[in-house]
């Protein structure tokens, strides 16, 4: 683990520790460091899940905040069906996913690794 993510992991903590304190609306580096949880899937160019059958995980950056909390928000309710977001946007506030929007929304591209 590199120095940039032990950084991002202390402030994954402290950022869900804090809860809801944050102001309204997105904000993008809030969102940097809850994506923390994201980037394992959705930071990997090209990447297949090959359960329970092989399909693409869509690459998150550069997409439309409000989309992105629109799919979040379809996971959470169960509108739009998929096992592995369902289980990861129902524990998100509605806070957390404006964040996460803001801080992709921005982010032309989000690859592993890249600074
Ligand atoms: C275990 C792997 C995994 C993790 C971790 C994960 N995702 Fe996903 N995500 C997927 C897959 C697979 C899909 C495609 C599901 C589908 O076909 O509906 C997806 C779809 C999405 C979509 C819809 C994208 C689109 O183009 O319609 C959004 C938005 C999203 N994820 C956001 C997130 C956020 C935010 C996080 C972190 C809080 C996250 N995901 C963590 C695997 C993951």
Known sequence: ???????????????FAAGAS????????????????????????????????????????????AYIVKALEAYKSGNRSNETMRAIASRLSAKDMADLAAYYGSATTVTAGSK
Do not use: W
């Not at 990447?47 to 997409?63: D, I």
């Open 22 to 65: 944050a102001a309204e609306g997105g904000d993008a580096q809030a969102g940097q460091a809850k994506a923390s949880m994201c980037q394992g899937c959705h930071g990997i160019d090209g990447y297949r899940m090959a359960f329970p059958e092989v399909y693409r995980v869509p690459r998150l950056g550069g997409q439309h905040p």
């Open 1 to 15: 683990m590199n120095r940039k993510c032990t950084l991002l992991f202390a402030v994954l903590v402290s950022a």
